[in-house]
């Protein structure tokens, strides 16, 4: 089974801050990555597919990038709005897997 | 527009059975997967299992094989996860989601509250 790290578990930015979060797996999964934001008692929402794709309606301060086993997810300019947890999924092979998470809090 | 319905919040005791569903609505069904994903309270995303409507096929997580059935009925496009027996460590938060052939999950469900208590 593919395991899914992410790195930091927790981090703390200020509104207008720039930030970037890394998923590392445990074998390589090609570009068959994606992030999700989780807002509390709010289901989560798609962000990015295919490690860099943009869900329609997803504004383009959110960013992707990787290949392989590294990745990572941007968010320039933070608003109040995107304090939140982020996950990062592989669907490259099964068991399909989860990052731990990333919780985005404000400075 | 595409949405998936989840039913509503369920208290069962120990022991017990449980089916909870998730509606499909606004696509083709039968042309994408339906996953489920596990919440404990406080904790983080747990990937349990998939089904392709059109042809039943499913794949579990070893960590829920055996504990959970995944299954579908296309004809009135709702996905179904239940129990046999629920235990205690079954009290979560449950989500469905869709997911084409070679993609990640684009549309989830609210999410359906389950909770086991004696």
């Known amino acids: 089974d593919i395991q899914m790290t992410q790195s930091p578990s927790s981090l703390s930015a200020s509104v207008g801050d720039r930030v970037t979060i890394t998923c590392r797996a445990s074998?390589?999964?090609?570009?068959?990555l994606a992030w999700f934001q989780q807002k509390p008692g709010k289901a989560p929402k798609s962000l990015i597919y295919a490690a860099s794709s943009l869900q329609s309606g997803v504004p383009s301060k959110f960013s992707g990038s990787g290949s392989g086993t590294d990745f990572t997810l941007t968010i320039s300019s933070l608003q109040p709005e995107d304090f939140a947890t982020y996950y990062c999924?592989?669907?490259?092979?099964?068991?399909?897997?989860f990052g731990q998470g990333t919780k985005l809090e404000i400075k | 527009e595409v949405q998936l319905v989840q039913s509503g919040a369920e208290v069962k005791k120990p022991g017990e059975s449980l089916k909870i569903s998730c509606k499909g609505s606004g696509y083709s069904f039968t042309n994408y997967w339906i996953g489920w994903v596990r919440q404990m309270p406080g904790k983080g995303l747990e990937w349990m299992g998939i089904?392709?409507?059109?042809?039943?096929?499913?794949r579990y997580s070893p960590s829920f094989q055996g504990q959970v059935t995944i299954s579908a009925d296309k004809s009135i496009s709702t996905a179904y996860l239940q129990w046999s027996s629920l235990k205690a460590s079954d009290t979560a938060m449950y989500y469905c989601a869709r997911q084409c052939e070679g993609c990640s999950f684009d549309y989830w469900g609210q999410g359906t509250l389950v909770t086991v208590s004696s």
């Open positions: 089904i392709y409507p059109g042809d039943s096929d499913t």
């Open positions: 074998q390589g999964i090609s570009n068959s």
């Open positions: 999924q592989q669907y490259n092979s099964y068991p399909q897997s």
